[in-house]
């Protein structure tokens, strides 16, 4: 488990102002925190996607393509951030072949393992609670799982972003490959960007 601090400034009367810091914890995803990481994808999607997309984008993505991953759970490939045991975001990544949890009912190869040494180990499921967006959340997610698919023998890693995510990604070394679109079960398409990185 790793530890994030966040620094909170908080205006007191008069011209003084407060510093105080919370505790972020990072650990493995359990298959009991299901229900809340639904909820919690819910609110993110919902919370912070609709600069980047339509309300029925937004909408059609909630429902159909953003899930729990329980295979990444299974796998201890998936994290969570909390705060006084308050989950507050989510992200991990695999070493199987999807890049979504859609892929598991239209791709054949969805779940098919990865060769470390050819293929780029998959980055997945971001989610942070819009309370706590753009705090270093995700980043910190990030880095345990660029950490961890290094020590499981892979040097590069690839992703889907969504339009929302792009920002934090691009500061974080991934590089634009080129856009990928899906289309869902009620007919309507997002689009997205895949990028990667090399890992060191």
């Given at each position: 488990?790793?530890?994030?601090?966040?620094?909170?400034?908080?205006?007191?009367?008069?011209?003084?102002?407060?510093?105080?810091?919370?505790?972020?914890?990072?650990?493995?995803?359990?298959?009991?925190?299901?229900?809340?990481?639904?909820?919690?994808?819910?609110?993110?999607?919902?919370?912070?996607?609709?600069?980047?997309?339509?309300?029925?984008?937004?909408?059609?993505?909630?429902?159909?393509?953003?899930?729990?991953?329980?295979?990444?759970?299974?796998?201890?490939?998936?994290?969570?951030?909390?705060?006084?045991?308050?989950?507050?975001?989510?992200?991990?990544?695999?070493?199987?072949?999807?890049?979504?949890?859609?892929?598991?009912?239209?791709?054949?190869?969805?779940?098919?393992?990865?060769?470390?040494?050819?293929?780029?180990?998959?980055?997945?499921?971001?989610?942070?609670?819009p309370a706590f967006a753009r705090r270093g959340i995700a980043r910190e997610l990030l880095a345990t799982s660029e950490a961890d698919a290094r020590s499981n023998g892979f040097w590069q890693t690839?992703?889907?972003?969504?339009?929302?995510?792009?920002?934090?990604?691009?500061?974080?070394?991934?590089?634009?490959?080129?856009?990928?679109?899906?289309?869902?079960?009620?007919?309507?398409?997002?689009?997205?960007?895949?990028?990667?990185?090399?890992?060191?």
């Amino acid at each position: 488990m790793s530890i994030l601090w966040l620094v909170h400034v908080i205006p007191q009367e008069g011209t003084m102002l407060e510093q105080t810091r919370t505790a972020v914890a990072v650990r493995h995803a359990r298959l009991r925190d299901v229900p809340v990481l639904q909820t919690l994808i819910d609110q993110a999607v919902r919370g912070l996607m609709h600069h980047d997309y339509t309300p029925r984008q937004v909408d059609s993505a909630a429902r159909y393509l953003f899930a729990v991953e329980t295979r990444l759970i299974e796998d201890r490939t998936y994290y969570v951030a909390e705060v006084n045991g308050v989950l507050i975001g989510a992200g991990g990544w695999s070493r199987r072949h999807a890049f979504s949890s859609y892929e598991y009912g239209v791709s054949k190869n969805a779940e098919a393992y990865l060769d470390p040494r050819y293929d780029a180990a998959r980055i997945r499921a971001y989610f942070v609670h819009p309370a706590f967006a753009r705090r270093g959340i995700a980043r910190e997610l990030l880095a345990t799982s660029e950490a961890d698919a290094r020590s499981n023998g892979f040097w590069q890693t690839e992703l889907i972003a969504s339009s929302t995510g792009v920002p934090l990604y691009e500061k974080a070394g991934y590089t634009a490959l080129g856009e990928e679109s899906v289309t869902l079960t009620d007919g309507v398409t997002l689009t997205g960007l895949r990028m990667m990185k090399f890992l060191n």
